[in-house]
């Protein structure tokens, strides 16, 4: 039997990518393994989001060298960096046999057999003729949780954002296949359904049937079964008040809500064409909590941005301070080639970048341990992952909010829900005791 590794970088798009890559070379009788040095094919799902990812993959060839000349391993490279990239990836780095984007990898067999012919020097898909990744039923290394993505691409163009380029144009999947979808994993025994797209609650806008966001939301909470519905990414522009109304009647729905703010500069945001202002972030944030009480909200925040002086930053820290978030994605602005941003004036130091990331980070890891204190004492429903990593007799879970839970128990009640009574409050973890109730 052959073997094949798949090692994924980025988001959960990515993820969920390699869910079906894994699915289709499972189809071929590979057999999918963690050991590089046992590997017939190696698949490197690769992000291009932030600089960084080129030096990670060039390493990660560097380490492929001995495998590939001792068993002559295939080396495919898929994903959002491949498909930036192209052909010159293999000119560049001849150890390369093959280079996709995601929404070609239903011609990863037609692939494999063309390098394994000896025909071709490398084999190079990521034209837009097949547009959207397969659909396939795929498995996920997380038993409980499952993704599906909703829509693909984007519309946004954030000026600092790669991610329009590689992903192409907003498409929506529609609504009938993301019902069954939904349905077959739940039937499967997953527990929690995560909802994907770079921009959730614009999903419908290309459809002709009226579908949108909330109405999908609706559906899927009819579907039967006890299971918790996710979902990254909303934008803070399209934020429809019928989204809350759903999510406050469901009890299917998280609460938690992913809120990228990216900058709490009017200025910047405007720089950034994101189209909305720090008082129109602030107001939808307050309306969320309102509406939807209980609710916890997270977000990505970018940092150093071209033009972003002290008092912009400050404008960050501010929003960051009055909204706080119960945990934050925090990055260095990095520029992009491709992008409106990476060629603005006003680029900053790196060394300013790093002094406010720091700055940004202390001043959400204080608010993250506030949040964390609020759960003392209260009754929280968790859904069971497992036996924690240190302890078999104490197991892990995660609130409807998203907080990771330890608690003893037995391990049988793995994938389902409990209540626990919260005891003690980390920044990161809570700690408490299964009650019934
Ligand atoms: N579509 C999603 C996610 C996009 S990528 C959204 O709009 O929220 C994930 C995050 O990476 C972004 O939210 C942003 O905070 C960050 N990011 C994207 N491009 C970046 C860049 N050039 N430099 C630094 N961070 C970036
Ligand atoms: Fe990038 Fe903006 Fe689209 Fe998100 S919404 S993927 S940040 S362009
Ligand atoms: Fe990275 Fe592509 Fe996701 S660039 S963040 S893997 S959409």
Excluded at 56 to 72: N, P, T
């Amino acid at each position: 039997m052959k073997n094949a590794v798949i090692i994924t970088y980025g988001c959960q798009m990515n993820v969920n990518e390699s869910a079906k890559i894994k699915k289709i070379l499972q189809n071929m009788g590979y057999n999918i393994t963690e050991e590089i040095s046992e590997a017939d094919a190696v698949f490197l799902n690769t992000c291009t989001v932030r600089e960084g990812a080129a030096t990670q993959i060039y390493g990660k060839l560097g380490e492929l060298k001995a495998v590939r000349e001792k068993r002559g391993t295939i080396i495919g490279i898929t994903g959002c960096f491949a498909q930036e990239q192209g052909e010159d990836l293999a000119k560049k780095f001849p150890i390369i046999d093959i280079v996709m984007g995601n929404q070609n990898i239903g011609k990863i067999p037609t692939a494999l057999e063309k390098i394994e012919s000896g025909d071709f020097k490398h084999v190079i898909y990521t034209g837009e003729e097949d547009d959207l990744p397969p659909r396939l039923d795929a498995d996920f290394d997380s038993k409980k949780t499952a993704s599906i993505p909703i829509t693909y691409g984007c519309n946004n163009f954030c000026t600092y954002c790669i991610v329009p380029y590689v992903r192409g144009r907003e498409r929506s999947v529609p609504m009938g296949q993301i019902l069954d979808e939904v349905k077959t994993f739940v039937e499967k025994g997953y527990k929690e359904i995560m909802l994907l797209g770079q921009n959730v609650n614009s999903y419908g806008n290309d459809l002709a049937t009226g579908e949108n966001f909330a109405i999908l939301l609706e559906e899927i909470c009819k579907i039967e079964g006890e299971f918790l519905v996710r979902f990254i990414s909303p934008h803070p522009k399209d934020f429809a008040d019928d989204v809350m109304d759903v999510i406050a009647k469901n009890e299917k729905i998280a609460r938690c809500l992913h809120l990228p703010l990216q900058s709490g500069s009017t200025k910047i945001l405007k720089l950034m064409n994101r189209k909305y202002t720090k008082e129109q972030y602030m107001e939808l944030a307050a309306k969320i909590k309102r509406r939807v009480p209980g609710v916890s909200l997270t977000a990505d925040i970018i940092v150093g941005f071209p033009n972003e002086t002290e008092e912009d930053f400050l404008d960050t820290l501010d929003v960051v301070e009055k909204i706080g978030f119960e945990s934050a994605y925090m990055f260095m602005y990095s520029p992009r080639k491709g992008t409106a941003a990476a060629i603005m004036d006003g680029q900053l130091d790196q060394e300013v970048k790093k002094e406010r990331l720091q700055r940004l980070i202390d001043l959400q890891n204080r608010k993250s341990r506030e949040a964390s204190d609020t759960y003392k004492d209260k009754i929280e429903r968790v859904l069971v992952e497992g036996p924690s990593r240190k302890n078999e007799n104490v197991l892990t879970g995660r609130t409807s909010t998203n907080k990771v839970v330890l608690f003893a128990g037995d391990k049988e009640l793995e994938g389902t829900f409990v209540n626990v009574k919260i005891n003690d409050c980390k920044t990161w973890s809570l700690y408490g005791e299964i009650v019934n109730e």
